[in-house]
Every structure is written in structure tokens, then in C-alpha cells.
């Protein structure tokens, strides 16, 4: 970690905890949150073609949420398949995606008559993309692993409507530094595992991999969400995500997404 990320990370925490409250949101309970949707993607790697390509994609979602009075853990997870075509329709591209987040925040104050709650943290983001460029004889697996530590902070707004009861939630992470892991130039494999005298797979990746910050790597992601709280205690969460990256390693890479899903988050 470069020393303008870990002076901003310090700053942020110390932040946060200057503006702690004795009288946080009084809202507690768990959920494990299960469902499906869509996610229109668009990618660039410059390492493997000079094209755009745009995919169109089903997802699975699931999550754990644990909420308390002064805090909040979440687990989120995201899976994504499908195609991707480029303009000049010139092969398809097989578009997997594997999205995973843990973030814990605290709560830091409340607006509005205490209907607008606002929580800050830190968060560990896990990312993993997969091209497969069928129209390629060799090297054909674009491979992309990018594990973050990022300060995060979320938003959350309770309504009434037709005397049902809402939340609408915004929620936000950046990465300040990430060990990032792509293939070598040319090459469907990476790096560390080039060397064949060497036998432990986690050696083998912890040498193809490098730590890096805003000077090579961006990512920021966002989340809204519309919770209905169901009679039986359970909700529906139909929420709207928008992810972008770009890493500047020797070829730069860069993808981007859209994802609307709606969830069941059955409380226990």
C-alpha cells in the first residue's frame, strides 16, 4: 500500500469514529437473501483484442445480512454467464463473472427526523472475470482476479406506502489498494504458474499477482436497492448495481456492468 492510500484510509476511519452516535438506528435482524436477474456488460482487453465487446448475461445472487443496532456484516455474492459479441460480429466470447463482498460499517448519524440512516466502513471485494475467446486456437482463457480492501458507506431510507412498509438503500465501495492477478502477455496462464519446478498453488499465485492502488488499478461499484417488508417478517429486495474496472497492467483491461435483480431475503 502506497503511503497516499494508507494516509486516506486513516483519515476516513478516524472520520467515522468522530462522528459515532450514542442513539444509532433501533432496526436489527438477519437475513439470508436468495435470487436472480440480468447483467449487460461491456469489456476491453487490449492484451487479447483491440475490440469492444458487449455481453448480455444471467445472474444468481445470494447474501447474509446481519443487522444490529450500532453495526451491520454483510456477505453478498454474484454470479454471471453468458455471451459477448463485438460490432463487427468477428467470434463469440463465453462472459463468466464471479463478484463476492464482505462489509462491516458502523452507524454514524441519521437525517431527516431519523428516517435517512447513514453507515460507513470497510469492506474486502473479490472480483474474478472470464473471457474465453472461442475463435482462438491458443490462449484462449482471459483470465482476471482482483481481491480489494475499500472504505464503503451505505445509505438507507424508510417509508410508508399503501400502509406497507419500504426501504430504499444506496450503497458504495473504492478500493484503495488490491493485489491484482491477469494472465501474461500472450498467454492463457499466469505468470507464477509458468514456473514448473514450482508445486504449492498458493505460492504459485502470490507470485503471479501484484499489489496496486489508484496509480494502476480503479474499481467502484455501487448498489441501489427497494426492500418490501412482507407480513411473515421475510422481504423482497429488487436493487439496481453498476460496476466499473480498469487496470493498467502492460495491455490495459476494462470492463464495466449493468445488473437489475430482485431477491427474496428470508429472515431468520
Known sequence: MNKCSLCTLLIFLAYLSSYAQEKPDKKSGNYFNLGGGYTMSKFLDNS????????????????????RPVHYHRVDVRFDYGEAKNRVNYGVVDNIRFEGNYAYAR????????RIRWFGGVSVNALWQLWIFNNFQNNAYDNSIY????PNTSLAYDFRLFRRDFTVGFAAFLPLVT??????????????FLDREKNKLVSKILDSGHITSFNRFFRYSNTFSLDYALRNGNRLRLSYAWNIVHYNE?????AASHNISIATMFNF
Do not use: C, E, Q, W
Not at 48 to 55: E, R, V
Not at 147 to 150: C, E, H, R, T
Not at 180 to 192: D, T, W
Open 147 to 150: 481481491v480489494s480492501a475499500s
Open 107 to 114: 452507524h454514524i448519524r441519521n437525517f431527516g427526523n431519523d
Open 48 to 67: 487479447f483484442s483491440t475490440l469492444k465487446y458487449t455481453a448480455n448475461s444471467a445472474s444468481a445472487v445470494a447474501g447474509l445480512d446481519f443487522n
Open 179 to 192: 493485489f491484482a492477478v491477469r494472465p501474461s502477455y500472450g498467454a492463457s496462464s499466469f505468470s507464477g
Open 250 to 254: 502492460p495491455r490495459s483491461v476494462a
